[in-house]
């Protein structure tokens, strides 16, 4: 997944505004007690993040 689809994504779920924030704000044991962007730049892949992103957020599977 690219990044560009990833961040497309993210705005789709949960609106352009409050993306951003809950991606720099909000910590996932998941991703390893990391925000979304914390978890981009220590290299994980996009899709992996959307993946945990899905599961800990409860995004319907047709959004997924």
Do not use: I
Not at 48 to 53: F, I, K, P, S
């Amino acid at each position: 997944m690219r990044l560009t689809v990833f961040w497309q994504r993210m705005a789709e779920h949960f609106g352009p505004g409050y993306a951003d924030t809950f991606a720099r704000d909000h910590v996932m044991t998941d991703l390893g007690g990391r925000t979304v962007h914390e978890a981009l730049d220590a290299g994980w892949e996009a899709k992996d993040v959307w993946r945990v992103v899905c599961s800990v957020m409860n995004v319907p599977g047709e959004q997924r």
